[in-house]
Nanobody, 126 residues
Framework: VQLQASGGGLVQAGGSLGLSCAAS????????MGWFRQAPGKEREFVAA????????YYADSVEGRFTISRDNAKNTVYLQMNRLKPEDTADYYC????????????????????WGQGTLVTVSS
């Protein structure tokens, strides 16, 4: 599975930004998907995940209520809508995929995802 993330940019605190991640070369509808981020000097951290049919989602506490993960299996794309952005949300954002045999699977660890896109930089100014 190849993943191509896009949509990063510079936004003021309190603003919104939407990220997209287009998948190719695999069976997207069989993949659980996740978004992770890595700020300068920090470890990569979990942001949000969605199961393969889009019915289940899970968020890190730091983004719960502000970010929304969704997917369109017809378009082989997963999205991350980010609202009420804060300077501490500044990071490179990565999408990731893993094949799942269950509709219940939600992956929250980076080690559960073998397929990764390149990062897209989100910068939130104060």
């Amino acid at each position: 599975v190849q993943l191509q993330a896009s949509g990063g940019g510079l936004v003021q605190a309190g603003g919104s930004l939407g990220l997209s991640c287009a998948a190719s070369g695999g069976t997207f509808s069989n993949c659980g998907m996740g978004w992770f981020r890595q700020a300068p000097g920090k470890e990569r951290e979990f942001v949000a995940a969605i199961n393969r049919n889009g019915a289940r989602t899970y968020y890190a506490d730091s983004v719960e209520g502000r970010f929304t993960i969704s997917r369109d299996n017809a378009k082989n794309t997963v999205y991350l809508q980010m609202n009420r952005l804060k300077p501490e949300d500044t990071a490179d954002y990565y999408c990731a995929a893993t094949y799942s045999s269950s509709d219940y699977f939600i992956g929250t660890s980076q080690y559960e995802y073998p397929y990764w896109g390149q990062g897209t930089l989100v910068t939130v100014s104060s």
